[in-house]
């Protein structure tokens, strides 16, 4: 089965640093998110994206966050400016075109933040 | 947030049957039912969905009431290696705006020996 890919599995870094997580979609793939999960708690929605915009994004995605497709391969998350609280694992996910498609979800990239 | 109720926790022995309930009073005529599940930290992985009817993969089997406000996962014979937490969702927005899962607490299953 296609796969979502995560790169890197582990990210550690220094509050007020900039990280950038990334994400391979499955190929024919046209909408993207990202989600993120704290320790002990659910995985909350960040952002959707698709034809190259924001299509929504929650109240935890603010200008600290961004997202890009660079190449239309990747697709990126960034976090300016990290924080304590941002430390969580973080899934990208992605879907096809039709209506009832699912998602495929990516296998995550545990960010910590010092 | 979520617009499906879950119980928090079921255990199940293993070999059995685990039959995991969904509550989904609000929804509309034309969402879909999805359920995930959660191992550990891993990414959510697609069990199985379905509108209307009874659907069954080779993972689940789902079960959808007539009025479509509940449904039941079935794991017909469930194993050790399916502990895990599962959700139920209902997307939220229209699928060509992005049409977002929102994740609940989701049923923590504990397949026992």
């Known amino acids: 089965e296609p796969e979502v890919t995560q790169t890197p599995s582990h990210q550690v870094t220094q509050m007020g640093q900039e990280v950038i997580l990334r994400c391979v979609p499955i190929s024919n793939h046209l909408y993207f998110y990202w989600y993120r999960q704290i320790l002990g708690q659910k995985v909350e929605f960040l952002v959707s994206?698709?034809?190259?915009?924001?299509?929504?994004k929650s109240e935890i995605f603010d200008d600290q966050f961004s997202v890009e497709r660079p190449d239309g391969s990747n697709f990126t998350l960034k976090i300016r400016s990290t924080k304590l609280e941002d430390s969580a694992m973080y899934f990208c996910?992605?879907?096809?075109?039709?209506?009832?498609?699912?998602?495929?979800f990516g296998s995550g990239t545990q960010l910590s933040v010092l | 947030d979520a617009k499906t109720t879950q119980p928090p926790s079921m255990d199940c022995a293993e070999g059995r049957a685990a039959n995991l309930p969904c509550n989904h009073s609000?929804?509309?005529?034309?969402?879909?039912v999805y359920w995930y599940r959660q191992i550990h930290s891993q990414g959510p992985q697609y069990i199985i969905h379905?509108?209307?009817n009874n659907e069954t993969n080779e993972m689940a089997s789902l079960i959808i009431t007539e009025d479509r406000k509940s449904s039941t996962l079935i794991l017909p014979h469930a194993t050790l290696r399916d502990t895990a937490v599962y959700y139920c969702?209902?997307?939220?927005?229209?699928?060509?705006?992005?049409?977002?899962?929102?994740f609940g607490q989701g049923t923590e299953l504990s397949v026992k020996p």
């Open positions: 969702i209902v997307r939220v927005g229209p699928y060509n705006q992005g049409g977002k899962l929102i």
């Open positions: 994206f698709y034809n190259n915009e924001i299509s929504e």
């Open positions: 379905g509108l209307k």
């Open positions: 996910a992605s879907r096809g075109h039709e209506t009832n498609e699912k998602l495929f």
């Open positions: 609000t929804i509309s005529g034309n969402e879909y």
